[in-house]
C-alpha cells in the first residue's frame, strides 16, 4: 500500500527565503506526482505535475523535482512571499488511477 | 475551459438525517470522478471514483454511498450520518486514462450534530 510523507508538517519563515518541502512515498511504481496548494477551508490548487519520466517541473517562482527511485519529491519556493502561506499538499497517482496524498506541510510566510 | 462545482458549500446536518451532495464537471467528457473526504488534523481520504456511468468504486468501508446517473456527475449520499461523517468533502476530476492532473472543487464543509 502506498504511503506519502510530507516534512516538516509546519513551517514558518520570514518574507524573501527560499524554501523547500519534502515529499516521500513508499512505492516508487507511480504515474505521476502533484503538488497542490489548499487555503483555509478552501479546494485544492494545483501547482506541479510531474510525470514519472520528468526529473523537475518549474512554474514561476514553484520548482519540483521528483527521483523516482528514491522516492522523493521536493517543492523549492523562491523568494516567498506573505501571500505563499497556506498548506502544500503532495499526491502520487498509482495504478487504478488512485491519488494518494500526504499529510500536508502548513507554511507561514511572515511579513 | 473545464470547470468543476459543488455544492453546497456549506451543511450542518443533524445525526440520523440522510445527505446528498452534488459534484458536476463542465467543459470535458468520459472523466474520471472522485470523492474524498478530508477530517480534521488529517489528510485526505479517498472514498469513491467512478471511470463510467454507473462505475462506482468504493476505497473504503463507511456509511456513505456514490452514483454517477450522468457523464459529468457524481453524488455522495448517506441514509443516515453518523457523527464521524464530519469533515470536509472534495470532488475532484481528471481526463480518463493515466498521467493525467487531478483538479479539485472548492469543497463541502459537512457538520454533523
Not at chain 2, 472522485?34 to 471511470?51: D, E, M, P
Request: aromatic residues 8%; charged residues 15%; contains cysteine.
Amino acid at each position: 500500500k502506498q504511503e506519502v510523507t510530507q516534512i516538516p508538517a509546519a513551517l514558518s519563515v520570514p518574507e524573501g527565503e527560499n524554501l523547500v518541502l519534502n515529499c516521500s512515498f513508499t512505492d516508487s511504481a507511480i504515474y505521476n506526482l502533484q503538488w497542490f496548494r489548499q487555503d483555509p477551508g478552501k479546494g485544492l490548487t494545483s501547482l506541479l505535475l510531474i510525470q514519472s519520466s520528468q526529473r523537475e517541473q518549474t512554474s514561476g517562482r514553484l520548482n519540483a523535482s521528483l527521483d523516482k527511485s528514491s522516492g522523493r519529491s521536493t517543492l523549492y519556493i523562491a523568494a516567498s512571499q506573505p501571500g505563499d502561506s497556506a498548506t502544500y499538499l503532495c499526491a502520487v497517482l498509482n495504478a487504478g488511477n488512485m491519488l494518494t496524498f500526504g499529510g500536508g506541510t502548513r507554511l507561514m510566510v511572515k511579513p | 475551459s473545464q470547470t468543476i462545482h459543488q455544492w453546497p458549500a456549506t451543511l450542518v446536518q443533524p445525526v440520523g438525517s440522510p445527505l446528498s451532495l452534488e459534484c458536476t464537471v463542465e467543459g470535458t467528457s468520459n472523466p474520471n470522478l472522485y470523492w474524498y473526504r478530508q477530517a480534521a488534523g488529517r489528510g485526505l481520504q479517498l472514498l469513491f471514483y467512478s471511470v463510467g456511468i454507473g462505475q462506482i468504486s468504493s476505497e473504503v468501508p463507511q456509511n456513505l454511498s456514490a452514483s454517477r446517473p450522468q457523464d459529468r456527475q457524481f453524488i455522495l449520499s448517506s441514509k443516515k450520518l453518523l457523527l464521524s461523517d464530519s469533515g470536509f468533502y472534495l470532488c475532484a476530476w481528471s481526463v480518463r486514462g493515466l498521467n493525467t492532473e487531478a483538479f479539485f472543487g472548492q469543497g463541502t464543509r459537512l457538520t454533523v450534530v
